[in-house]
């Protein structure tokens, strides 16, 4: 098939996709669209939101619909790596068995990561980062495609622990979900308060995926939209001479080149699915604030008035 083809065939699979996903979650289309963009690009998301937006039941349903294994795990002040990655145990023969942890599936949803402590954190970053997995000096690969969900909570600061700027670096996006509206919530209450269960459909495979990664890897990309792109993470660094007044004023640091990457690759995928050969401009703002969100670090001045990472991006934009 033609990558012409391709993408033609993608835009007809994502909007059934979409409508799938739709049977369970109401609303929430900007979030769900992000979710799916990280997963055709083969990145991570992290997803921001106070407790009861239905946040791991639709990592489930994304899961299902995409005929994927999910496992879910819930992050908790005690929990170990090994309760994570897995551990080696004497068998019957005085042999090392390894007993795989849950972290062996094709979506994990690392429920509250900002519960646990740093060292346990941190178990998840090779296997975001490498896709694959060390004990006791064996690297053991996951099964591609391979992506991590986490949520976090904003309201509770109580127990805990902050994410370092390298985790948060590793995810591709940071997803705010907001409450839904009134006519939403109305649907809501409706749906999952009757008798009627609805079954979401699996519209893909993992080989479905990992081709819809390459295709979105072969998507081109003119000059001047990577031009734009790099300019525009470079003009969040404050401590650049370029840097403008603003940014100097209210940012502590700026956006790294995974940024830069991560736009081209998610603009590529959101022309894909809207049925464009090669992404511009548009498809660049479509996607930054999802992108830059995590990566740019507000000072104490930023704080103080209260100047949002989003009011920072559109003044850059």
């Known amino acids: 098939m033609s990558d012409v083809a391709a993408i033609e065939r993608l835009v007809v699979k994502h909007t059934e996709l979409k409508k799938e996903i739709a049977k369970i979650i109401v609303g929430q289309d900007e979030v769900i669209e992000q979710i799916l963009l990280s997963i055709y690009t083969g990145g991570h998301s992290l997803l921001i939101g106070v407790p009861g937006l239905a946040k791991t039941l639709m990592v489930n349903t994304i899961a299902q619909a995409l005929g994927l294994d999910f496992k879910r795990i819930q992050f908790t002040p005690d929990l170990m790596p090994s309760d994570i990655l897995g551990s080696e145990v ?6 090392f068995k390894f007993i795989k942890g849950p972290i062996f599936s094709n ?8 519960r646990t402590p740093p060292k346990t954190q941190a178990a998840l970053l090779e296997a975001m980062q490498e896709r694959a997995v060390t ?7 996951l099964d591609l495609p391979y992506f991590v969900l986490a949520t976090q909570n904003p309201i509770e600061q109580e127990g ?24 939403e919530e109305i649907q809501v209450v409706k749906n999952t308060t009757a008798d009627r269960k609805q079954v979401v459909n699996p519209l893909f495979n993992a080989q479905d995926i990992l081709a819809i990664q390459d295709l979105v890897r072969r998507v081109p990309v003119a000059d001047n939209v990577v031009e734009y792109t790099v300019k525009l993470v470079n003009s969040t660094r404050p401590n650049l001479d370029s840097a403008s007044d603003f940014v100097k004023q209210y940012l502590d640091w700026g956006a790294g080149p995974r940024a830069s990457q991560n736009l081209i690759l998610a603009a590529k995928a959101h022309a894909a699915v809207h049925g464009k ?24 001045k930023a704080e103080a008035e ?3 990472e989003e009011d920072i991006i559109d003044r850059l934009l």
């Open 107 to 114: 979506i994990i949803l690392a429920d509250e990561i900002n």
């Open 277 to 300: 050969f090669s992404p511009d401009i548009e498809d660049v703002h479509a996607v930054v604030k999802g992108i830059l969100r995590h990566r740019i670090i507000k000072n104490y």
């Open 135 to 141: 004990i006791a000096g064996h690297q053991h690969k």
């Open 90 to 95: 004497l068998d019957q023969n005085r042999n």
């Open 306 to 308: 209260g100047i949002s």
């Open 160 to 183: 805990t622990y902050p994410l370092p700027e390298a985790q948060l670096d590793r995810f591709m996006f940071a997803i705010e979900l907001k409450y839904p509206s009134i006519a």
